[in-house]
Nanobody
Framework: QVQVVESGGGLVQAGGSLRLSCAAS????????MGWHRQAPGKQRELVAG???????NLAESVKGRFTISRDNAKNTVYLQMNSLKPEDTAVYYC????????????????WGQGTQVTVSS
């Protein structure tokens, strides 16, 4: 009965790229804001990127110009394309779904995925 599932994490060298995917059940994905948060060891979870059902996007300052978020409504899937990765991007990345964009941005979504590890080596 898993409802939000991430995939695509792994180990990459600095400067490399990864694409994370998050598949959600239709009842969760449809009409909801979707996004990605991350949590590095010893740090608080933080918003990386969010996208509304209409396609409006919010990106953290630290990833602007390097990461992009998109969603495929036909596949109930949201993606996080990460380019020019840095060691400081190392974290567990969590997919989230929220009924409102504000809840997503505040880190209080309605659903969390289980997380996927991204490790960037220097």
């Amino acid at each position: 009965q898993v409802q939000v599932v991430e995939s695509g994490g792994g180990l990459v060298q600095a400067g490399g790229s990864l694409r994370l995917s998050c598949a959600a059940s239709g009842s969760i994905f449809s009409g909801n804001a979707m996004g990605w948060h991350r949590q590095a060891p010893g740090k608080q979870r933080e918003l990386v990127a969010g996208i509304t059902s209409g396609g409006s996007i919010n990106l953290a300052e630290s990833v602007k110009g390097r990461f992009t978020i998109s969603r495929d409504n036909a596949k109930n899937t949201v993606y996080l394309q990460m380019n020019s990765l840095k060691p400081e991007d190392t974290a567990v990345y969590y997919c989230a779904a929220a009924r409102t964009f504000v809840r997503l941005l505040r880190g209080t979504p309605d659903y969390w995925g289980q997380g996927t590890q991204v490790t960037v080596s220097s």
